[in-house]
């Protein structure tokens, strides 16, 4: 199985800034990653799909990119409603696996 | 307005059964793949399973394997899970999720979740 690995654990950032994501997997997955964000009580919501594809209807200020191994979700400008956590997940192989997330906290 | 509902989760002893339902409004159910996805507390997301449109193919995480079946009525949107043998470490909620229609193995829909929790 593909195990995906995210750092940080915890993103403490105010709003304005710029927050880094990354996501590292197990071996190579070429462009077949996707991001999600998750609030509380809340599903999953698909923000990215196959690295650097937005989904429908997320906002421009979230961008993805990298292949391969290494991964990278940004905002570029946190806004109040994005903090939350975030994963990542994989679909080059079965079974799809997600990262363990990274939570974007405010300062 | 798009939407996915899952129903009965219980609470339920090691080595006994439980079937998950998942209702879909808002959308053409038949046209898309649908997954089960689930999340222990305090872990992460783990997929559990999905399901093509016509039933042509199912796909199963290897811990479920043997143990859960899948399945869909296109005539009635639902979506089930058929849970048997359950342990403590199916404890989890569980999620009912849309493939996107470009690239089914991303989950784009998501419902709230029903709650399975596998205890004596």
């Known amino acids: 199985e593909i195990v995906l690995t995210q750092s940080p654990a915890t993103l403490s950032l105010s709003p304005g800034e710029r927050a880094t994501l990354s996501c590292r997997a197990s071996q190579s997955i070429s462009s077949y990653l996707g991001w999600y964000q998750e609030k509380p009580g809340q599903a999953p919501r698909l923000l990215i799909y196959d690295a650097s594809n937005r989904a429908t209807g997320i906002p421009a200020r979230f961008s993805g990119s990298g292949s391969g191994t290494d991964f990278t979700l940004t905002i570029s400008s946190l806004e109040p409603e994005d903090f939350a956590v975030y994963y990542c997940q994989q679909r080059q192989r079965w079974p799809l696996t997600f990262g363990g997330g990274t939570k974007v906290e405010i300062k | 307005e798009v939407q996915l509902v899952e129903s009965g989760g219980d609470l339920v002893q090691p080595g006994g059964s439980l079937r998950l339902s998942c209702a879909a409004s808002?959308?053409?159910?038949?046209?898309?793949?649908m997954s089960w996805v689930r999340q222990a507390p305090g872990r992460r997301l783990e997929w559990v399973a999905n399901?093509?449109?016509?039933?042509?193919?199912?796909y199963y995480v290897d811990s479920v394997k043997g143990r859960f079946t899948i399945s869909r009525d296109n005539a009635k949107n639902s979506l089930y899970l058929q849970m048997n043998s359950l342990r403590a470490e199916d404890t989890a909620l569980y999620y009912c999720?849309?493939?996107?229609?470009?690239?089914?193995?991303?989950?784009?829909?998501w419902g709230k979740g029903t709650t399975v929790t596998v205890s004596s």
């Open positions: 999720a849309r493939g996107t229609s470009l690239i089914p193995n991303y989950m784009d829909v």
């Open positions: 399901i093509k449109q016509d039933q042509s193919e199912e």
């Open positions: 808002g959308f053409t159910f038949s046209s898309y793949w």
